[in-house]
C-alpha cells in the first residue's frame, strides 16, 4: 500500500506500531488485547487478520483470544464474535 498512500503507511508504522505501541505503559501482550476486544467490538473484523497473529507473537494464548472474543460477545454483539472466532479458528490452523 506505500506506493499509493505512503504518508497513511508512514503514519501507521512510525506513529501506530512505532511511537503507540512502544509505549512502556502497556505491554505489547495488554495491547494486544485490548486491539483484539476493540476490532471485534467495533466489527473490524479484517483487521483482526494481522492482530490476532500478532497477539499470538505478543504472549496471548490461543485460549485467552477465544475468551476475549466469547467476553465481548456479550457486549459487542453475537455476529461480531461468531466472525471474529471463524476468523481465529481459520489463523489457528482449526
Do not use: C
Given at each position: 500500500?506505500?506506493?499509493?498512500?505512503?504518508?497513511?503507511?508512514?503514519?501507521?508504522?512510525?506513529?501506530?506500531?512505532?511511537?503507540?505501541?512502544?509505549?512502556?505503559?502497556?505491554?505489547?501482550?495488554?495491547?494486544?488485547?485490548?486491539?483484539?476486544?476493540?476490532?471485534?467490538?467495533?466489527g473490524?473484523?479484517?483487521?483482526?487478520e494481522?492482530?490476532?497473529?500478532?497477539?499470538?507473537?505478543?504472549?496471548?494464548?490461543?485460549?485467552?483470544?477465544?475468551?476475549?472474543?466469547?467476553?465481548?460477545?456479550?457486549?459487542?454483539?453475537?455476529?461480531?464474535?461468531?466472525?471474529?472466532?471463524?476468523?481465529?479458528?481459520?489463523?489457528?490452523?482449526?
Amino acid at each position: 500500500m506505500g506506493d499509493f498512500a505512503p504518508t497513511f503507511v508512514a503514519l501507521t508504522d512510525d506513529v501506530l506500531f512505532g511511537q503507540v505501541w512502544s509505549r512502556p505503559e502497556l505491554s505489547l501482550r495488554d495491547r494486544s488485547l485490548i486491539t483484539i476486544s476493540s476490532l471485534v467490538s467495533a466489527g473490524n473484523i479484517e483487521q483482526l487478520e494481522g492482530h490476532i497473529p500478532r497477539g499470538l507473537e505478543n504472549g496471548l494464548s490461543e485460549d485467552e483470544i477465544v475468551e476475549a472474543i466469547t467476553h465481548v460477545a456479550f457486549y459487542a454483539g453475537w455476529p461480531r464474535a461468531v466472525s471474529a472466532l471463524v476468523l481465529a479458528k481459520r489463523l489457528f490452523g482449526g
